[in-house]
């Protein structure tokens, strides 16, 4: 019989913390492998080949940081970040050095179990990248056909509103960086015009959420990014 369980490397100092967190993801089938460091950390991540990484800032022996940049020059594995740490400085440091998501401490059970699903199954492969379709709310994005479409209508997007669309579908759930988003859609001169993208994701919203004031999809994570939700 194969191994369907989810597998997590944990890299937490705290224990508390370890065994709350090991509690709550048994309890979801989740198979946890615990570290209290960053250097046993690295070496569960290349050994165990864990589904998906959660990982502290505040690590005894290294940088939280550190041990995301280095898990992140050879896999893309999803990485989690738990931290008490609550600066936006903080928290764009480590999107931008890989990490996918961050939640700060204290976090709620329940946002994390859903959010591990929600990076397991941007992983998830699809039968063809060519026919991938993405929906949201009453929205269908078709990929290979580049066609946008609302309750069964066209909608009209321009070249720069597709692009930025795109890049939030295919990595729909996971908070962006204003940077990365503006490196990704406009090009890496244009990384400190974070102006365009306010511009262009109110155009979004005003042409694909049902209440554009009160955005259920294109979600503002305050002063780092945009996220996706589907």
């Known amino acids: 019989m194969s191994d369907t369980k989810i597998h997590i490397v944990l890299i937490e100092d705290d224990k508390q913390i370890r065994r709350f967190l090991n509690t709550v993801l048994e309890a979801e089938d989740m198979s946890v492998f615990e570290a209290e460091n960053g250097k046993q950390g690295l070496i569960a991540c290349a050994t165990r080949k864990p589904d998906l990484l959660i990982v502290d800032l505040g690590l005894p022996d290294m940088s939280g940081l550190d041990v995301i940049r280095d898990v992140r020059s050879w896999t893309e594995v999803p990485i989690i970040v738990l931290s008490a740490r609550t600066q936006e400085q903080e928290k764009v440091d480590a999107l931008n050095a890989g990490a996918d998501d961050y939640l700060s401490k204290p976090f709620g059970a329940a946002e994390l179990i859903a959010r591990i699903h929600a990076h397991l199954r941007r992983r998830q492969p699809q039968s063809t990248q060519a026919d991938a379709v993405f929906n949201f709310g009453d929205v269908s994005l078709n990929l290979a056909l580049r066609t946008v479409n609302r309750a069964g209508q066209s909608v009209h997007l321009s070249p720069i509103e597709y692009r930025l669309l795109s890049v939030l579908a295919r990595n729909a759930g996971k908070v962006l960086t204003h940077q990365q988003l503006l490196k ?12 365009y993208l306010r511009i262009y994701m109110a155009n979004l919203r005003q042409k694909l959420e049902q209440e554009p004031a009160q955005p259920r999809h294109f979600l503002t994570e305050t002063g780092v990014g945009y996220r996706l939700l589907a």
Request: glycine content about 8%.
């Open 184 to 195: 990704e859609v406009w090009g890496p001169n244009q990384s400190e015009n974070s102006h």
